[in-house]
């Protein structure tokens, strides 16, 4: 985000930065301003709905809870690039800004993988594994996700940290000269622990999956087919928002601070692997406007948002007698696939994935 390293990356390469003060404030206020309704449109539907939560609503709330943290800071981050790089919200805030922002970005990931693992168990092993998608497993599931995501980030605290730069003051994600050999050992077990090894989990469930899904009667005969629709989707758009958002982001930064350490003297290397790094850092955000399309991508929650906003404006003002009108068709967009066995019409609640 600002100016990488702090006063010695200027030592000797200048690397100029004056894209950041247009560029960035206009791609943090894109962010937020699609992040926010989106994330809280999906919280608001879940609050709405009557059924219990699902498996799948459980990590998708989790996941939008994440965004909307990341999302309330950046209008610090908008201010602070108006001003040209000027951080004028103190040491705490930065630090605070600085947590959040990762802790979005590892969240997103692992829960991202509790997604897929459930999809995959749900397509591949749907009755052995009814056992495991019950409601106490996505609830230790995003407990475990949120406790190992900030005991794993809590050095951010202490490496993050502002300065003063010939009179302004400059808020950085990094480090210091003097601690950046551990920052960067940190920083590579950080990428490996919280995005290597999830990201290698959710390419071999995908695989499996797509492996099951491209034999359609064995699949139908399974799952059905409304469930190898939504499991179609949400392998495309998880895969999506890896190559849009976690990959590039990941890459840039591992050979950015590699150079770092290096003490690389190629001034052109240098700065083409900074501004890829710098370029991508708010885009890997965009997950953060994408996240909630795993919600909609259920036709049962599209159903239901059409029906809320109807009912919002008066076109349905009475509806079922003490019925929301979130129920209504429910029951046929139920699937076998969620957290329990699905047993009569009547008992089984619309799929969040």
Not at 32 to 61: D, E, M
Not at 137 to 146: E, I, K, R
Request: net charge positive; charged share 15%; hydrophobic share 45%.
């Amino acid at each position: 985000m600002y100016a990488g390293l702090g006063p010695e990356e200027g030592r000797s390469c200048h690397l100029s930065e004056d894209y950041k003060q247009i560029y960035l404030s206009l791609t943090y206020s894109i962010i937020f301003v699609l992040g926010l309704p989106l994330n809280g449109a999906v919280l608001w539907l879940s609050w709405r709905q009557t059924k219990r939560w699902s498996c799948a609503t459980i990590y998708l709330v989790n996941l939008m809870v994440a965004d909307l943290l990341y999302i309330s800071t950046l209008p610090f981050l908008i201010v602070t690039y108006s001003l040209d790089d000027t951080w004028p919200f103190g040491e705490l805030l930065c630090k605070l800004v600085r947590f959040l922002f990762y802790t979005n970005l590892y969240s997103s990931v692992l829960l991202l993988t509790c997604i897929s693992v459930h999809r995959f168990l749900g397509v591949c092993h749907p009755l052995r594994s009814l056992p495991y998608r019950t409601r106490r497993h996505a609830l230790l599931g995003s407990t475990a996700t949120w406790a190992l995501v900030v005991i794993q980030l809590l050095p951010t605290l202490i490496f993050s940290h502002t300065d003063d730069i010939d009179g302004q003051m400059i808020c950085y994600d990094t480090t210091s000269a003097d601690h950046f050999d551990e920052f960067f050992v940190y920083g590579m077990v950080l990428m490996l622990s919280s995005f290597l090894l999830p990201s290698l989990v959710i390419l071999v469930c995908y695989s499996l999956m797509v492996r099951s899904l491209a034999t359609p009667v064995e699949t139908l005969a399974r799952v059905g087919g409304a469930a190898r629709a939504k499991s179609i989707r949400t392998i495309l758009l998880v895969c999506g928002l890896f190559a849009l958002c976690f990959v590039p982001f990941h890459v840039s930064r591992c050979l950015y601070f590699t150079l770092r350490f290096l003490s690389s003297d190629n001034c052109q290397l240098l700065t083409v692997v900074s501004l890829a790094y710098k370029i991508w850092r708010p885009l890997v955000s965009l997950s953060s406007c994408l996240n909630p399309v795993l919600y909609f991508l259920s036709g049962g929650n599209r159903l239901r948002l059409f029906q809320e906003l109807g009912h919002k404006v008066g076109e349905h003002p009475a509806g079922a007698k003490g019925q929301r009108p979130g129920n209504a068709g429910s029951n046929r967009t139920g699937t076998s696939s969620e957290c329990c066995p699905r047993t009569t019409a009547s008992t089984a609640g619309p799929s969040t994935q």
